[in-house]
Nanobody
Framework: QVQLVESGGGLVQTGGSLRLSCAASGRTFSSYAMGWFRQAPGKEREFVAAVTTNGGYTGYADSVKGRFIISRDNAKNTAYLRMNSLKPADTAVYYC?????????????????WGQGTQVTVSP
């Protein structure tokens, strides 16, 4: 069992930056690949980024590639999403999720555990 709690969301202007954190409980955090997803009002949840168990490999949605950076610190049981050059189109609730397989899956169903989400709003 893994419990995930996101933090770091907020209101930022276009071009600004935020860093989201995802704190995990339990002693098995390092055995899960981690992903970030987002969901805007009226839209389906979509993949943002993923990182393998040891942080050695990362994957990104085309819409955020070059602007967002996913990372993790297994000693702190925490995953991060650094978001730079933010755009109004990035406005959404952001969720972190844990995948029991060590893969960079972009599929929602691959992730067994989810946080409650944190709101990110980018103003024009």
């Amino acid at each position: 069992q893994v419990q995930l709690v996101e933090s770091g969301g907020g209101l930022v202007q276009t071009g600004g930056s935020l860093r989201l954190s995802c704190a995990a409980s339990g002693r098995t955090f390092s055995s899960y690949a981690m992903g970030w997803f987002r969901q805007a009002p009226g839209k389906e949840r979509e993949f943002v980024a993923a990182v393998t168990t040891n942080g050695g490999y990362t994957g990104y949605a085309d819409s955020v590639k070059g602007r967002f950076i996913i990372s993790r610190d297994n000693a702190k049981n925490t995953a991060y999403l650094r978001m730079n050059s933010l755009k109004p189109a990035d406005t959404a609730v952001y969720y972190c999720a844990a995948n029991p397989l060590n893969s960079l899956s972009a599929v929602v169903a691959a992730y067994d555990y989810w946080g409650q989400g944190t709101q990110v709003t980018v103003s024009p």
